[in-house]
T-cell receptor, first 114, second 111 residues
Framework: AQSVTQPDIHITVSEGASLELRCNYS??????LFWYVQSPGQGLQLLLK??????LVQGIKGFEAEFKRSQSSFNLRKPSVHWSDAAEYFC????????????FGSGTRLSIRP | SQTIHQWPATLVQPVGSPLSLECTVE??????LYWYRQAAGRGLQLLFY??????ISSEVPQNLSASRPQDRQFILSSKKLLLSDSGFYLC??????????FGQGTRLTVV
C-alpha cells in the first residue's frame, strides 16, 4: 500500500541557513512525488513534482528535491531560508495509473529563527 | 482553465445534525476526485477518492460518506455529526500525470 513518512514534525532553522526536510515513501511501482507548502491560513501550493527523468527537481521559491529510488526518499532542500518560508510542508506520493490516489504525509512545520 | 469550487468556507453544526459539503470541478473531464481532512498534527488524511461516477473508495472507517452523482461533482455527507468530525475538509482533483489541485477548503466545527 502507498504510504508517506515525514519523520520530522517540527524543525527550526535560522534565517539564511540551509534546510532539508525529509520524506520517505512506500509504493510498489514507479512513484510520482510532490512537495506542497501551506502557509498559515492559506491553501496548499505545489512547490515541485517528480514524474520521471532527472532525479534532481527544481521548484518554485528556490526549493529543490532529489528522488533517490534506492532510499525511497524525496527530500526537500533549500540552500538559504527566508523568514517567509515559515509554513507547513507536505510530501505526497501518487503513481502513473489513472486510478491512482495521492497520499500525503503528516507534514513538517518549519519555523525560522531570526 | 480548470477550477475547483468548494463550499461553504466555514460551517458550524450541532452534534447529531446532518452534513453535506459539495465540490465541483470545471474545465476537465473524468478527473480523480478526493476528500481530505486536515487535523492539527495529522497532516492531510485521505478520506475518500473516486475515479468515476458512482465509484467511491473509502480510506478510513468513519461517520462520513461520499458520493459522485456527476462526473465533476463530489459530495461529502454525514447523517449525524460527531464532535470528532470537526476539522478542515479539502476537496481536490487530479488527472493522470498531474498533481492534486485543491479547493479552498471548509472549516467545520461541530458543537
Amino acid at each position: 500500500a502507498q504510504s508517506v513518512t515525514q519523520p520530522d514534525i517540527h524543525i527550526t532553522v535560522s534565517e539564511g541557513a540551509s534546510l532539508e526536510l525529509r520524506c520517505n515513501y512506500s509504493y510498489g511501482a514507479t512513484p510520482y512525488l510532490f512537495w506542497y507548502v501551506q502557509s498559515p491560513g492559506q491553501g496548499l501550493q505545489l512547490l515541485l513534482k517528480y514524474f520521471s527523468g532527472d532525479t534532481l527537481v527544481q521548484g518554485i521559491k528556490g526549493f529543490e528535491a532529489e528522488f533517490k529510488r534506492s532510499q525511497s526518499s524525496f527530500n526537500l532542500r533549500k540552500p538559504s531560508v527566508h523568514w517567509s518560508d515559515a509554513a507547513e510542508y507536505f510530501c505526497a506520493v501518487g503513481a502513473a495509473s489513472s486510478a491512482s490516489k495521492i497520499i500525503f504525509g503528516s507534514g513538517t512545520r518549519l519555523s525560522i529563527r531570526p | 482553465s480548470q477550477t475547483i469550487h468548494q463550499w461553504p468556507a466555514t460551517l458550524v453544526q450541532p452534534v447529531g445534525s446532518p452534513l453535506s459539503l459539495e465540490c465541483t470541478v470545471e474545465g476537465t473531464s473524468n478527473p480523480n476526485l478526493y476528500w481530505y481532512r486536515q487535523a492539527a498534527g495529522r497532516g492531510l488524511q485521505l478520506l475518500f477518492y473516486s475515479v468515476g461516477i458512482g465509484q467511491i473508495s473509502s480510506e478510513v472507517p468513519q461517520n462520513l460518506s461520499a458520493s459522485r452523482p456527476q462526473d465533476r461533482q463530489f459530495i461529502l455527507s454525514s447523517k449525524k455529526l460527531l464532535l470528532s468530525d470537526s476539522g478542515f475538509y479539502l476537496c481536490a482533483w487530479s488527472v493522470r500525470k498531474t498533481e492534486a489541485f485543491f479547493g479552498q477548503g471548509t472549516r467545520l466545527t461541530v458543537v
